[in-house]
């Protein structure tokens, strides 16, 4: 009876409420679409996405290496400069101009710099001689301490790596005086690409989707120029090429040697002086590209001194006999034999230009 009924109500079930069946084709027909929209708005979101993060990159990049904003290469306006040599004059006001009981010197910012003041003990025992001054040897690990020493008047005589000058003549009063140099008085090194001895790179087009790697943001022969060279065929850091630090040339040299380093730019004195110490091998690497030459490292004292003891510090370059110095041992292999006079205005158009190069945001972000 129960049966009976139960199937009666089950058939009257059945033709009161039509049954629907699962259909795939039907699920397909409103799954797929819907899919497809959804898969291209996620495409759009994420190219937009990629797109931001490249053009946040660049200009973090850019602004990074200053592509995007001035570096420093006029005069600040607090300096004189009647005689026309891009360099401050002392101050006209005799009040202003300053002779220290004890000189401050430093040589070339960085994380060695300590270490290296060493080589400087004899050229300072002449310098005291010569200027009639206690002299106290200071070390700073970064330019900017340096720089930042130099405009609080805490550092008068001081050497800077040749790509900070532009920055320490224009806005510190630097006054660059000498440089190292030959026998015959010639100077010059050359900013090296190189890359490891089995390298696939052979040019600096090839550098395309590789490492490039650079000593510090304010050195000429370990970034700026290189930096540069690479703009000019077209290549931005991020976009075409990624980058690092390594901290200083022989890091660099090392990396590229020990196969750490894709590739390096360098100071040709530098990586001559390694070879010759031995440190390292030429058949361990080749050089890809090679700049012009520009100063190495230069050496000079702060504007507002007076007269006759900046004449005095300069003397005491002039007259410095390297020979069997500390001075000597560290730089012979690179060919240096003694300190060379320079002129901002004619020895430093070179690298004036790369600070030019570097003071125009660049046009090819629309690559």
């Given amino acids: 009876m129960l049966l009976t009924e139960g199937h009666v109500m089950e058939a009257t079930s059945d033709s009161a409420t039509p049954k629907h069946t699962f259909s795939p084709r039907r699920v397909a027909l409103v799954v797929v679409p819907l899919a497809i929209v959804c898969a291209l708005a996620i495409k759009v979101t994420a190219d937009r996405i990629v797109d931001n993060a490249k053009k946040d990159s660049e200009q973090s990049m850019l602004k990074w290496f200053e592509l995007s904003a001035p570096t420093p290469r006029l ?35 960085g994380p060695d710099a300590a270490d290296e003041l060493s080589m400087w003990k004899e050229f300072i025992e002449q310098l005291e001689e010569t ?41 510190c009063g630097f006054v660059p005086a000498f440089t190292f140099g030959e026998e015959d008085g010639d100077f010059g090194i050359t900013m090296q ?39 000019d065929h077209a290549m931005l850091p991020l976009r075409d090429y990624m980058w690092k630090f390594s901290g200083g040339h022989e890091e660099s040299i090392e990396g590229i040697v020990n196969g750490q380093y894709e590739a390096a730019a360098v100071a040709s004195d530098l990586l001559q002086r390694a070879v010759a110490d031995g440190k390292v091998s030429k058949d361990k690497f080749r050089i890809i590209h090679e700049s012009e030459r520009f100063p190495p490292a230069t050496l000079g004292f702060v504007y507002y001194l007076r007269p006759e003891l900046g004449d005095k510090i300069r003397q005491a370059f002039k007259e410095f006999d390297w ?15 003694k300190f060379v006079p320079v002129s901002y205005k004619q020895d430093f158009a070179l690298i004036r230009r790369i600070d030019g190069a570097l003071r125009k945001p660049s046009t090819l972000a629309s690559k």
């Fill in 131 to 171: 200027t009639g001054k206690k002299v106290e040897a200071v070390a700073y690990e970064t330019t900017q301490d340096q720089l930042a020493a130099l405009a609080r008047r805490e550092l008068h005589v001081t050497g800077f790596n040749t790509g900070a000058v532009p920055a320490a003549v224009a806005s």
């Fill in 75 to 109: 005069l600040d306006p607090q300096f004189a400069d009647e005689d026309g040599d891009l360099v401050a004059d002392p101050p006209e006001d005799v009040n202003k101009q300053v002779s220290p009981e004890t000189l401050r010197f430093s040589y070339v910012a």
């Fill in 323 to 337: 020979q069997g110095t500390e001075l000597e041992s560290q730089l012979a292999a690179s060919g240096a034999t």
């Fill in 193 to 231: 690409i190189i890359v490891p001895a089995d390298s696939p790179v052979e040019s600096v087009a090839d550098l395309s989707g590789h490492y490039v790697t650079f000593t510090t943001r304010d050195s000429n022969s370990g970034c700026k120029a290189a930096l540069t060279l690479l703009r």
